[in-house]
């Protein structure tokens, strides 16, 4: 079994940053690829990013891409999301997710553990 705790959220004003984080305990998750998905007020969950086990591969949203960097360090089992130029339409609850595969994925289907969520919510 995999516990996965997000931490980081906060409010934000437009244009600032974040850094969230993501620390599975229970097992190590160093083999697995993990991914960062949100949901917005009112809507259904979205893929941001994903990441695969090694941390040489990762994807993003285009609504993200070249302002969130996903990275991960595996000694520290920890997962981070560093959102940059954050927008309005970044508001959402952010949850990370772990895959039990080397590969990542961009559908919530193929993710087996879940955190909890963190909000963010960028507003003036």
């Known amino acids: 079994q995999l516990q996965l705790v997000e931490s980081g959220g906060g409010l934000v004003q437009p244009g600032g940053s974040l850094r969230l984080s993501c620390t599975a305990s229970?097992?190590?998750?160093?083999?697995?690829?993990m991914g960062w998905f949100r949901q917005p007020p009112g809507k259904g969950r979205e893929f941001v990013s994903a990441?695969?086990?090694?941390?040489?591969?990762?994807f993003y949203a285009d609504s993200v891409k070249g302002r969130f960097t996903i990275s991960r360090d595996n000694a520290k089992n920890t997962l981070y999301l560093q959102m940059n130029s954050l927008k309005p339409e970044d508001t959402a609850v952010y949850y990370c997710?772990?895959?039990?595969?080397?590969?990542?994925?961009?559908?919530?289907?193929?993710?087996?553990?879940w955190g909890q969520g963190t909000q963010v919510t960028v507003s003036s």
């Open positions: 997710a772990c895959r039990q595969n080397r590969m990542f994925a961009i559908t919530e289907n193929f993710y087996d553990y």
């Open positions: 229970g097992r190590t998750f160093g083999t697995y690829a």
């Open positions: 990441i695969s086990w090694s941390g040489d591969m990762t």
